[in-house]
């Protein structure tokens, strides 16, 4: 019997962390597990993601000293979800994530690494917790993949450097400091030298970090289990038997083949970010579907959301916000493609403000991106675009960079000749040139610069949670968001809305089982990560609150296939 022709216990339909958790976890329990994905790389998502990880109460927690309150996890949850706080599944992931990084750390390759202090986004709401629940994926040698290490997808072009991955934490610290520390200078200088020796010798870098290095840890994990994972293979459609999932037509090699399963079909496609349709149908600001902007993986457009629609399933329209809102900006790169550019943690710095094409303030710069574009919608409520621009001074500039602008030495007349970054040389000056009324630029700047002096943000409290500081430079007294906006010339780049990814999925029970309307399961359908609705109630908790939960539920989707005799019936 050929492969393309034997059965197999679990079809797995993604290779992000939701799948490749499922996948591996079934595989470990012994079953028979194939991959397929609908892309020519593997990773997913979670290759260009930041390969952080939210779970509360892990063993790397403990290890840190920190032992949070036995309920503070659900009722900060509760706090976040709000009126889609689905109790029994925040249950589920509360229990099973901290066994989910036992089992991995212990029994695979993929390890992981938690700083002291990274607090919930809202680390001050009730059961909010100043560090112990964020951990980041621990950076990879890509050479432990051999050969396969060509087919792992990319980071984002516009989070690197020369093709180099930043690792989180103390290695961007040390890239900011380059110039102020012969620490960080030789730090610097040694990196660099290790990854022009590798793009010389095998074509790129060879140490990855973040998602990049999640993915490449999880796909080493499959293979050590000789999972096979057949890429340009999208899943066309569902086979069903009296009401039950059976396997998926999957097209290879340019032919549809009907894989049938023993167990169960497995969704983690991603979610639907370049889904146009439903963009317009969930996300408020795109009543086109095109006024949306997204660095995630372009096959990324909602198959896994339409296989479970076709066999019952369905997906909550209500969700307060579809999708992981993030800042983004458009950067045109050398072959003349659309980039797109999050913005994580510059608005945080010190001396950068946002201002609406009104030319005011909007909100606290520092908040995280999922809230920051939140106030930019209400904001532009009424406007035919959304959109915002972040302002700074030169010296904040070459200090720290903004966007795609990095940092001093590297140059910026790049920037300038495409448009991306706008220059004047007076504030009123810039504001012609972005478009804004000089005049209340000018105002809104003075009063930021006034607030600066003292520290205290009277408008929009920039600098005043956990969080804020965290983003901020601890070295800028006596608030480290804030600094006066002073010395020309004067920047800004246009900010427009964008995704890490989507909430909104389809409805799915503790064990990850795709449910009806009426409750009950479909039979032998299971759907991880962006394919099910996230448990977070389209709200943003902290860093790492996608991929927490993907590798929790896919590692329970991959024990519920192991144990499905004792899998209830119902709901």
Same mark, same amino acid.
């Given at each position: 019997?050929?492969?393309?022709?034997?059965?197999?216990?679990v079809l797995v339909i993604g290779t992000g962390a939701s799948g490749m958790s499922a996948a591996i976890t079934a595989a470990h329990q012994g079953l028979k597990v194939l991959v397929v994905e609908k892309a020519s790389v593997y990773g997913g998502t979670t290759a260009r993601s930041g390969g952080?990880?939210?779970?509360?109460?892990?063993?790397?927690?403990?290890?840190?000293?920190?032992?949070?309150?036995?309920?503070?996890?659900?009722?900060?949850?509760?706090? !976040?979800?709000?009126?889609?706080?689905?109790?029994?599944?925040?249950?589920?992931?509360?229990?099973?994530?901290?066994?989910?990084?036992?089992?991995?750390?212990?029994?695979t390759c993929v390890q992981f690494d938690m700083p002291a202090v990274f607090p919930d986004y809202h680390a001050e709401a009730p059961g909010g917790q100043p560090g112990g629940r964020s951990m980041v994926t621990r950076p990879f040698d890509a050479r432990e993949l051999g050969q396969h290490v060509?087919?792992?997808?990319?980071?984002?072009?516009?989070?690197?450097?020369?093709? $180099?991955?930043?690792?989180s934490g103390k290695e961007l610290w040390h890239f900011l400091r380059a110039f102020k520390s012969l620490e960080s200078f030789w730090y610097v200088a040694k990196r660099f030298g290790r990854h022009f020796a590798d793009v010389l010798q095998h074509g790129r870098g060879m140490t990855l970090t973040?998602?990049?290095?999640?993915?490449?840890?999880?796909?080493?994990?499959?293979?050590?289990?000789?999972?096979?994972?057949?890429?340009?293979?999208?899943?066309?459609?569902?086979?069903?038997?009296?009401?039950?999932?059976?396997?998926?037509?999957?097209?290879?090699?340019?032919?549809?083949?009907?894989?049938?399963?023993?167990?169960?079909?497995?969704?983690?496609?991603?979610?639907?970010? /370049?889904?146009?349709?439903?963009?317009?149908?969930?996300?408020?600001?795109?009543?086109?579907? /095109?006024?949306?902007?997204?660095?995630?993986?372009?096959?990324?457009?909602?198959?896994?959301?339409?296989?479970?629609?076709?066999?019952?399933?369905?997906?909550?329209?209500?969700?307060?916000?579809?999708?992981?809102?993030?800042?983004?900006?458009?950067?045109?790169?050398?072959?003349?493609?659309?980039?797109?550019?999050?913005?994580?943690?510059?608005?945080?710095?010190?001396?950068?403000?946002?201002?609406?094409?009104?030319?005011?303030?909007?909100?606290? !710069?520092?908040?995280?991106?999922?809230?920051?574009?939140?106030?930019?919608?209400?904001?532009?409520?009424?406007?035919?675009?959304?959109?915002?621009?972040?302002?700074?001074?030169?010296?904040?500039?070459? !200090?720290?960079? $903004?966007?795609?602008?990095?940092?001093?030495?590297?140059?910026?007349?790049?920037?300038?000749?495409?448009?991306?970054?706008?220059?004047?040389?007076?504030?009123?000056?810039?504001?012609?040139?972005?478009?804004?009324?000089?005049?209340?630029?000018?105002?809104?700047?003075?009063?930021?610069?006034?607030?600066?002096?003292?520290?205290?943000?009277?408008?929009?409290?920039?600098?005043?949670?956990?969080?804020?500081?965290?983003?901020?430079?601890?070295?800028?007294?006596?608030?480290?968001?804030?600094?006066?906006?002073? /010395?020309?010339?004067?920047?800004?780049?246009?900010?427009?809305?964008?995704?890490?990814?989507?909430?909104?999925?389809?409805?799915?029970?503790? /064990?990850?089982?795709?449910?009806?309307?009426?409750?009950?399961?479909?039979?032998?359908?299971?759907?991880?990560?962006?394919?099910?609705?996230?448990?977070?109630?389209?709200?943003?908790?902290?860093?790492?609150?996608?991929?927490?939960?993907?590798?929790?539920?896919?590692?329970?989707?991959?024990?519920?296939?192991?144990?499905?005799?004792?899998?209830?019936?119902?709901?």
């Amino acid at each position: 019997m050929s492969e393309q022709e034997s059965m197999y216990d679990v079809l797995v339909i993604g290779t992000g962390a939701s799948g490749m958790s499922a996948a591996i976890t079934a595989a470990h329990q012994g079953l028979k597990v194939l991959v397929v994905e609908k892309a020519s790389v593997y990773g997913g998502t979670t290759a260009r993601s930041g390969g952080w990880l939210w779970i509360p109460g892990t063993e790397l927690a403990k290890q840190q000293g920190i032992h949070e309150p036995a309920d503070a996890a659900r009722s900060y949850l509760q706090h !976040e979800a709000t009126t889609h706080f689905d109790a029994d599944r925040v249950a589920a992931f509360i229990e099973n994530g901290p066994q989910a990084i036992d089992f991995f750390t212990n029994k695979t390759c993929v390890q992981f690494d938690m700083p002291a202090v990274f607090p919930d986004y809202h680390a001050e709401a009730p059961g909010g917790q100043p560090g112990g629940r964020s951990m980041v994926t621990r950076p990879f040698d890509a050479r432990e993949l051999g050969q396969h290490v060509a087919q792992l997808a990319p980071p984002v072009p516009e989070l690197t450097v020369f093709g $180099m991955m930043l690792g989180s934490g103390k290695e961007l610290w040390h890239f900011l400091r380059a110039f102020k520390s012969l620490e960080s200078f030789w730090y610097v200088a040694k990196r660099f030298g290790r990854h022009f020796a590798d793009v010389l010798q095998h074509g790129r870098g060879m140490t990855l970090t973040n998602g990049n290095a999640l993915a490449g840890r999880l796909f080493k994990a499959g293979l050590d289990l000789d999972i096979p994972v057949w890429l340009n293979a999208p899943a066309q459609k569902l086979i069903t038997d009296q009401g039950r999932v059976v396997g998926a037509t999957v097209v290879r090699e340019g032919q549809p083949i009907d894989l049938r399963v023993r167990r169960g079909v497995v969704l983690a496609c991603g979610g639907f970010p /370049h889904d146009i349709e439903r963009r317009k149908q969930l996300f408020p600001h795109a009543p086109t579907g /095109h006024e949306h902007f997204t660095p995630s993986p372009t096959p990324n457009t909602g198959d896994g959301l339409r296989l479970g629609e076709s066999v019952g399933g369905w997906v909550d329209p209500t969700i307060p916000n579809a999708a992981a809102w993030c800042p983004t900006s458009i950067v045109k790169r050398k072959d003349g493609t659309d980039g797109v550019m999050p913005h994580f943690i510059d608005r945080a710095k010190p001396g950068v403000i946002a201002v609406t094409p009104q030319g005011r303030r909007f909100t606290n !710069e520092a908040l995280s991106y999922h809230d920051f574009i939140q106030d930019l919608v209400k904001a532009c409520a009424g406007s035919p675009a959304v959109r915002c621009w972040l302002v700074c001074d030169h010296a904040h500039l070459r !200090e720290y960079g $903004m966007g795609a602008v990095a940092p001093f030495p590297l140059p910026i007349g790049k920037h300038l000749k495409s448009g991306y970054l706008k220059r004047g040389r007076s504030l009123q000056e810039l504001a012609q040139a972005i478009g804004v009324p000089p005049d209340a630029l000018q105002e809104e700047v003075e009063a930021f610069n006034r607030d600066a002096i003292s520290g205290t943000d009277t408008r929009f409290a920039k600098g005043s949670t956990a969080y804020n500081r965290y983003q901020g430079d601890a070295l800028v007294k006596p608030n480290p968001c804030m600094a006066p906006i002073q /010395h020309g010339p004067f920047y800004a780049i246009q900010v427009v809305v964008g995704d890490i990814g989507t909430f909104a999925g389809l409805a799915t029970d503790r /064990h990850c089982r795709v449910l009806q309307k009426d409750g009950q399961p479909v039979r032998g359908l299971f759907a991880v990560g962006n394919d099910a609705a996230s448990i977070m109630g389209g709200n943003y908790p902290g860093a790492g609150i996608t991929l927490g939960p993907a590798l929790t539920f896919g590692y329970i989707a991959g024990r519920a296939l192991a144990d499905q005799a004792e899998l209830p019936t119902g709901a």
